[in-house]
């Protein structure tokens, strides 16, 4: 099934071609020998072969697809989350987190929809190859934001310990230096631009076990499970039909709880940081 998807049919219109991106291997040759010809498109529209070192996954236009809509759907209800989530806040620095937080949390979505839309067009037909770069920069240099503006609420509306208290500005530190790799680096060391995600998203979790008030970090393990176990599907392209569609359903259901735990626990008053009434205070009392 891998290897399938480098095969290139004899008689086929230029917009069906499309779907078959390489000339055929050997292996593959041997293939068609072997297969029939339906079975053979059939194969060849849900997954490529897997890319060789240096050489980057040719998704299918099924797969292409699968991406923009599985990170298309979650546009909507970011923008949903992001008015309960201002409508919930109590305080100003709530407000000001919460609208971080939103906006952030949309642009993810954004950001990748968009860049896989133009995937989608321009690929097949390798036009548009300067904006179709940039827009992928875009869209690995929002998730650095965006794991910083979901750590942020917790490390600033709640009291920590060290290293929680300088987290939360360093949070943001990592997220610009991940930002320069990208623009710098992109797409040429792969392993060790997921282990630097993996890093900047692991690294904070451990201030928030230093907290006074651990309420909802049951639930924000739950969305880091969630995303971890996505990224084994991040690097396997070509083995696992739909393998980045797949994590992309990973990133939408961990924003979904962590977005959760913020609204349930996080915002409105706060017991162990009450906010005096000012409004029942004598004239002239301080």
């Known amino acids: ?3 399938c998807g480098v095969i290139r049919r004899a008689s086929t219109t230029k917009d069906e071609d499309d779907l078959f991106l390489e000339e055929p291997t050997p292996e593959s040759s041997e293939d068609i020998k072997k297969l029939g010809k339906e079975d053979l498109t059939t ?3 849900y997954m490529n072969r897997r890319p060789g070192k240096g050489e980057s996954y040719e998704p299918t236009h099924f797969e292409h697809l699968a991406n923009v809509g599985t990170h298309g759907i979650g546009i909507v209800p970011s923008l949903i989350a992001f008015y309960y989530i201002i409508d919930a806040a ?6 000001t987190l919460m609208f971080v937080y939103g906006v952030f949390t949309t642009m993810l979505f954004l950001a990748s929809t968009l860049y896989h839309f133009f995937e989608m067009l321009y690929r097949p037909v390798k036009q548009k190859q300067r904006l179709r770069y940039y827009l992928h920069i875009c869209d ?21 310990g060290y290293p929680g208290l300088n987290l939360k500005w360093m949070i943001w530190v990592f997220a610009i230096l991940g930002i320069l790799y990208q623009y710098n680096f992109h797409e040429r060391y792969k392993s060790l631009e997921t282990a630097l995600y993996i890093f900047v998203a692991g690294l904070p979790s451990v201030a928030m076990f230093t907290m006074n008030d651990r309420t909802g970090l049951d639930l924000m ?5 969630v995303y971890m176990f996505g990224v084994i599907f991040f690097k396997l392209d070509g083995v696992v039909p739909f393998a980045h569609a797949i994590w992309h359903v990973h990133v939408l259901l961990g924003a979904a709880v962590h977005t959760y735990a913020v609204y349930v626990s996080l915002i409105g008053p706060d017991a162990n940081n009450p906010v005096p009434d000012v409004s029942r205070w004598p004239d002239g009392e301080l």
């Open 43 to 45: 194969k060849c529209l």
């Open 1 to 3: 099934m891998g290897s």
């Open 221 to 225: 393990m739950i969305g880091g499970l």
């Open 90 to 95: 109590h305080r100003e620095l709530q407000y």
């Open 140 to 160: 690995r240099a929002v998730i650095y934001l965006f794991i910083a503006a979901s750590y942020t609420p917790w490390l600033a509306l709640r009291h920590c």
